[in-house]
C-alpha cells in the first residue's frame, strides 16, 4: 500500500523524512507532496494536490497522511478524489476548526506574508464548516507537550504549543490519540508512525 504524505505550513516535504523512512522500512511506499501556503491560494493548491494524488494513487489503494495545514489540505481534496480507492486518513496536529493562535496571528503583517491566504483561511470558521470530513477510517493524532501554565493562551489545557488537543477534534466524540510530543514534531513519533502502520494493516 501507499501512503502519500503532505507536510505542514511552512515545512517542505523534507520535514516528513523520519516518518517516511519508518513507514517504507515496513513495507508501505511513500510518496511526499510539497506546496508553498506564502504563494499558493488554497483552492489551486488543492487542485493541483487532487492531480498529483490521482496520479500517485494509480488506481490502487493508499493513505493520505497530513500534518497541520496538510490535515487540513488532505480535507480540501477528499470531494475530488471521492472515486479513488481511500483506505484511510492520518490527520497529525491538524486544525479542524478556526484556531486561537490563527486568529490571534492572523492580523500581523508577518503572519499574512508567510502564510498568505491559507493562513488567512485558518483563522476562518465559515472556511471549516464547509470542509468534507473523512468518511474513511481516520485517526487524529494531537501532540500533548505543549507548556500548560494558566497565564498562556490555553489556559492549562493541553496542547501541541500551536494547538490546543481540542482544536484537533472536528466533532464531538472524535477519537484524537495524544502523542507526546510539539506541533513541529509530531511526525517523527514513533507513536504516530505505529498508528499509521497499524491502519494500513501491515505486520
Partial sequence: MKAILIHGMG????????LSRRLRARGLAT????????FEPFDPCVERLAERI??????????LVGHSLG???VRGVLAKIADLPLSACALLAPPQR???AARFFS???FYRWKNGEMGQRLADPAFFADLPLPQVPTRVFAGNAGPRATWLPFEGEPNDGIL???ETRARDGDEVIEVPALHTFIMNSRRVAEGIIEMAGVR
Avoid at 11 to 18: D, E, F, L, W
Avoid at 31 to 38: E, F, I, N, Q
Avoid at 54 to 63: M, Y
Fill in 54 to 63: 490521482r496520479r500517485l494513487a494509480d488506481g490502487e489503494p493508499f493513505l
Fill in 107 to 109: 492580523s500581523h503583517p
Fill in 31 to 38: 510518496r511526499a507532496l510539497g506546496y508553498m501556503a506564502a
Fill in 98 to 100: 478556526a484556531c486561537r
Fill in 164 to 166: 490546543a488537543v481540542e
Fill in 71 to 73: 490535515g487540513v489540505l
Fill in 11 to 18: 515545512r517542505t516535504p523534507v520535514s516528513m523524512a523520519i
